[in-house]
């Protein structure tokens, strides 16, 4: 998809738009109510705010923008037209529309919101049929595909956080296998030429990889129990200088992951129990699934309490490509990587991120990388190149990790 044409990114952004409407219709029927009123949190947006931001996000950078086919060259602030809707940019640009006041109750209702979503995907259908086909003159058009994806994703996450019943279900675990032993290489890092990438996948960062073991599959529910049962949360050693910050801020003591309800060894044998809150109900997760919604914080101290170290994101990238067929699996969680995010060699800033949660010039060396894909990543986002970062204590996402012998 980030090569992809005018014919098949039409198509997408078709499906693209569907998924979003399909979730609104989810969340009105978790909710009862076509407000689509959720309790007000610090740390989310309100769905229908975010819903109006993604027809706005593509009509700001396409329909308005006069200078699109300038693509990744365009200026930061382009020429622009007027919106279709005059009030768009006070209800949905978040320049000008702070975090408090996209929960007033005076912003657009459900209706206007979907209509608003398929004017501005007609404009931007209709505008793509002139599309010159070259990576400049689609680039706005393949940023709005995924800037939906993302947000759709974002979506899937706020239902979790507020425990709304979306009728996700959790794959079946596949079977767990030993760690690989993969031989010392030459890799580079980072995208060839041509095609869309985010800022942070831009720029090629050759690197000489000794040989390593990695886990085949992230770290389990079994594994992340004994860490839990043999007191991995109270012991300083396993905790570094700002993982022990992290957990000394968190209310009532930490003991598990986000979202767990109650985790402990099983009596008499391996493996555990662990129940957690999945989507509004509380569910008994297999202990051969990956552990989920944990922090970089947490990732790093299991990494330590079993002798080993958190991936880096170059021998992640390695595995997917060369040890698939011996059972490396990923796509279950988003994976945290060790050392934190920076900009590769030929990186430059792209004109629309700036600001937003998606800049990463903000978050070098401090934002850690992710790699990998969740159950909520449609499946166009899960690329083994695909370079995601958060800050450290976030594990509101679904978020897990493996790691490598020392």
Excluded at 287 to 295: C, D, K, L, T
Aim: charged content about 20%.
């Amino acid at each position: 998809m980030c090569r992809a044409g005018r014919e098949l990114l039409s198509l997408a952004l078709i499906d693209a738009r569907n998924h979003t409407l399909h979730l609104l219709s989810l969340y009105e029927q978790a909710l009862g109510t076509a407000a689509l009123i959720v309790p007000r949190q610090d740390d989310i947006d309100p769905p229908l705010w975010l819903a109006g931001h993604i027809g706005w996000f593509a009509e700001w950078w396409i329909a308005r923008n006069t200078q699109r086919a300038f693509g990744p060259d365009c200026p930061v602030r382009p020429t622009r037209l007027a919106a279709i809707e005059p009030q768009a940019d006070a209800w949905w640009n978040p320049a000008q529309i702070d975090t408090k006041a996209r929960w007033s109750p005076d912003l657009p209702d459900l209706s206007v919101t979907k209509a608003y979503l398929l004017e501005t995907l007609e404009s931007t259908l209709e505008l793509l049929e002139h599309a010159v086909e070259t990576d400049a003159g689609l680039y706005f058009y393949r940023l709005a595909l995924f800037h939906e994806d993302l947000r759709g994703e974002q979506l899937v996450v706020m239902a979790q956080t507020l425990g709304l019943p979306l009728s996700v279900e959790v794959q079946p675990a596949a079977v767990e296998r030993p760690p690989l032993l993969l031989p010392a290489t030459r890799w580079t890092l980072g995208t060839e030429e041509g095609g869309f990438a985010f800022a942070q996948e831009r720029g090629r960062l050759p690197l000489d990889i000794p040989e390593f073991e990695i886990d085949a599959q992230p770290v389990t529910w079994n594994q992340y129990v004994e860490f839990v049962a043999d007191g991995g949360y109270d012991r300083e050693e396993l905790w570094s200088p700002g993982g022990r910050a992290w957990l000394a801020g968190q209310p009532e003591g930490r003991r598990s992951p986000r979202h767990v309800e109650q985790i402990g060894a099983a009596r008499g044998g391996s493996g555990g129990s662990v129940l957690q809150h999945h989507f509004g109900r509380t569910m008994r997760a297999a202990g051969n699934q990956s552990a989920v919604h944990v922090s970089w914080w947490e990732a790093d101290a299991w990494a330590r309490w079993a002798g080993r170290r958190l991936a880096t994101e170059v021998e992640w990238e390695i595995a997917t490509h060369q040890a698939a067929r011996r059972g490396f699996r990923w796509a279950d969680v988003h994976e945290w990587t060790a050392g934190t995010l920076q900009p590769w060699p030929g990186f430059h800033a792209d004109p629309w991120s700036a600001g937003t949660a998606f800049d990463p010039q903000p978050a070098f060396g401090q934002a850690r990388v992710l790699r990998g894909a969740s159950l909520a990543t449609r499946a166009r986002l899960r690329s083994p190149k695909r370079r995601g970062f958060a800050r450290p204590e976030c594990d509101d996402g679904f978020f897990g990790f493996r790691t490598c012998a020392v």
